[in-house]
């Protein structure tokens, strides 16, 4: 979309949307300059917010917009759209592939176990999909975390799912998170299909990390290697 800013609001926008816009958006609807000019308050608003916080990993504030009963699985609360354009707001209800990402798709990519935790007793759905097919188990593999991972397959994330590059959750785990065999092992009986689970957590390890997952841990700070 180019600029997040007031100049980017033409008068034949209908509607300023982004997935992640970050302050762009609440400076506009605070000082009544977008073409809406009732954003304050507005569920559209709200939800925008749960994906901010679900992306930047705030686990009090993603808990607070939850309690509200927001649409969990709400994408693109705002989107852009000429004069005379045919767009649907808001997609079917029962509609698993749709464009953008989800509160529990931004979580599991960025690794936050709490914030996941969160979505997940919001029955958050595990296996939508985005325009290319992720779900968010491949984001959660991507991100290097076992301990994600675990989570979203013990509330029935699909491990056999393929994005549209054929790709599966365990062909998208980054290499510097198996730096061992112990770690490929564990990664392997994760994440192939049929592998036995756990009942569901409702609560992340104390540190908020799990402590072998190597893509989680702070930069500066070594784990003393595996055998």
């Known amino acids: 979309m180019g600029n997040n800013t007031a100049s980017s609001c033409h008068q034949r ?8 816009a970050g302050a762009g958006i609440y400076a506009l609807a605070s000082q009544g300059r977008h073409p809406d000019g009732d954003l304050q308050g ?4 709200l939800c925008h917010k749960m994906l901010v916080a679900a992306k930047d990993g705030r686990e009090d504030e993603l808990k607070m917009l939850l309690e509200q009963g927001l ?3 709400r994408r693109r609360p705002f989107f852009m ?3 005379q354009e045919d767009v649907e707001v808001v997609a079917p209800a029962n509609a698993r592939r749709v464009h953008g990402m989800t509160a529990l798709m931004y979580a599991s990519q960025a690794g936050y176990p709490k914030c ?20 968010p188990l491949h984001f959660a593999a991507t991100s290097g975390s076992l301990y994600v991972c675990e989570l979203l397959i013990q509330h029935r994330a699909d491990v056999e799912a393929k994005a549209d590059d054929g790709k599966t959750a365990l062909d998208m785990v980054p290499d510097d998170a198996v730096p061992t065999a112990k770690l ?18 409702t609560s992340p390890p104390e540190n908020q990390e799990n402590p072998n997952d190597v893509g989680n841990r702070p930069k500066g700070v070594d784990k003393e290697s595996e055998s």
Request: glycine share 2%; net charge negative; hydrophobic share 35%.
């Open 13 to 20: 926008c209908d509607k300023v949307a982004v997935e992640y």
């Open 42 to 45: 507005s569920e559209a608003l």
């Open 71 to 73: 649409p969990v699985d």
């Open 81 to 83: 759209k000429r004069e």
């Open 116 to 135: 996941c935790i969160q979505l997940l007793l919001a029955k958050a759905d595990t296996n939508c999909e985005d325009e290319d097919g992720m779900r």
């Open 184 to 201: 490929h092992k564990r990664w392997q009986e994760l994440l192939e299909a049929n592998a036995p689970t756990k009942e569901p957590a």
